[in-house]
Every structure is written in C-alpha cells, then in structure tokens.
C-alpha cells in the first residue's frame, strides 16, 4: 500500500484514520478544493478497490436523513469497509470495459441516474510508459462514455474535430452506454496518466460541462504522472 518502500505520511495516516488505502487523502483534497460530492448524492465510484473513496464518499454524504446511494464497481472483489461506510453503499464485482450500465443503472434506487461518477481505475502498471497511458486513457474514456453516453459524447468529439463531417453518423460501438448516467448538474472526475492523448480530454469535457479543472493531489506518489480531470456542474 506504501508503494513497496517505507510507510509514508499518508499511509500511516490513513492506518491511524481507519481508512483503507492513502489514496483516501486524493478525494479528500478534490472535495475541498471542488466539493463534487453534496449531501444526499448518488455516487457511482469506478474502480473503487480497496475502498478508501468509498469511505470519503460516504462522509459526504451528509445524515441518513439527506439519503443518498454510492455504488462501487471494481474487477475485484470489495467488501465495503466497515469504518467511515454506513447502509448507502454497495458494490459490486465487475469489469466496467465490459457492458455494465443496465446493472449499474438498475442498482440506484429510483433509477435516475447519478449526480456524481468517480472513476480513481487504473490499469496494472506495466511499467512500459506508451502501454500504460494508452490503457489509462481507454479507461477513463469509458469513464467518461458512461457519463455523457455516446450519442453526447460523439456530438462533443465532432464540434472539437471540424475534420469530421457534420452528417456523418455516429457509430456506436458500445450500445450499453448509448445514453449517459450522469444526470444534468453532475460532477465527474476522472484519474488519467498525463500523456499527449490525456491532454485532449478537456477540449470534450469543455463542451458539456460548465467548470474543467486539473488536479494532482498532494497524497499522489511523485513518482507517479497521475493526474485527475474534475468536471463540474453537467449542462
Ligand atoms: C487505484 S485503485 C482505486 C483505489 C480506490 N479509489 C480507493 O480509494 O480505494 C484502481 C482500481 O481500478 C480497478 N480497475 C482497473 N480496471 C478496471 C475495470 N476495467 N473495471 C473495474 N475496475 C477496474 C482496479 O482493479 C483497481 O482496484
């Protein structure tokens, strides 16, 4: 959890915190800076192993009686931590590249989609830079496929892309996603590796929501080229 070298301040931390994982302190300081999360929300965390953003999520969350869901997803199993975690969370195991939005949308009571999606997914680090950039980018464009759905998605890339013919039909390669979940007002934040193509994510994000910020939080290793995309307030 340190990373293989020594316990580091925000790992012993979060073991003092109750918090499963440092990566705790990452949420912590974007819902400061950009409170994404309101009492009573409706969170769908991508990629939420071990749990840490499920914890600071649920903090957020405000008393019961504001309501309130987080759904988290991840490859792996998770048991929703006992500290920090009350009745509104759930998760469940599954691979978000695979078509996952009816299961997802059907988890959240009401079904009216969610106010906030959190995608921290990351691909097993390979340690091969071109590799890991360009599997972290499909991750946080499915991310973001999620969020907006496809049809929104491809109207953002062709007013970016004045390449693209105005009459050319979309294709949509992903006929689960074709609709987005992320409701109008919505926030979405996004864990990308800064590379050339991570750089093209604002100018998509720009056309559909009214704040784009980036931000590397002060708990990210500084070994690391993570960097997290916060879009704010879905037009
Ligand atoms: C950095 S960890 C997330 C940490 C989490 N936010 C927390 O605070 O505990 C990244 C996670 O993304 C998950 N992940 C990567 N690819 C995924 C995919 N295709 N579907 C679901 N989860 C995925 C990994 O299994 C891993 O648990």
Redesign the pocket.
């Known amino acids: 959890m340190s990373g293989g070298g020594a316990p580091d301040f925000f790992y012993r931390e979060a073991h003092r915190l109750g918090?499963?994982?440092r990566?705790?302190f990452?949420?912590m300081e974007i819902q400061k800076q950009y409170k994404v999360i309101k009492p009573g929300a409706s969170v769908l965390?991508?990629?939420?192993?071990?749990?840490?953003?499920?914890?600071?999520a649920c903090q957020n969350l405000g008393p019961l009686t504001k309501g309130g869901a987080i759904i988290g997803?991840?490859?792996?199993k998770?048991k929703v931590p006992t500290a920090h975690c009350d009745g509104r969370v759930q998760t469940f195991c599954?691979?978000?590249?695979?078509p996952?939005s009816e299961q997802l949308r059907g988890l959240l009571p009401q079904g009216k989609g969610y106010s906030v999606i959190?995608s921290?997914?990351?691909?097993?680090v390979s340690g091969i830079r071109a590799k890991d950039t360009t599997l972290s980018c499909e991750?946080g464009m499915?991310a973001l496929t999620l969020a907006l759905g496809e049809i929104r998605l491809a109207a953002a890339k062709k007013a970016v892309d004045s390449s693209l013919e105005a009459e050319e039909a979309p294709v949509y390669l992903e006929p689960d996603a074709r609709e987005g979940m992320l409701q109008s007002g919505g926030n979405l934040v996004i864990?990308l590796l800064e590379c050339e193509e991570s750089q093209g994510f604002p100018k998509f994000c720009k056309e559909h929501f009214k704040k784009i910020s980036w931000l590397r939080p002060k708990a990210t290793r500084s070994s690391s080229t993570e960097i997290y995309l916060i879009c704010k307030d879905l037009k």
């Not at 997803?73 to 792996?76: L, S």
């Not at 599954?94 to 695979?98: I, Q, T, Y």
């Not at 921290?120 to 097993?124: I, W």
């Open positions: 918090y499963v994982a990566s705790a990452k949420l965390d991508l990629g939420c192993a071990p749990g840490a953003w499920l914890q600071v997803v991840d490859v792996k998770v599954g691979d978000v590249m695979k996952v959190l921290d997914m990351c691909p097993p991750l499915r864990k």
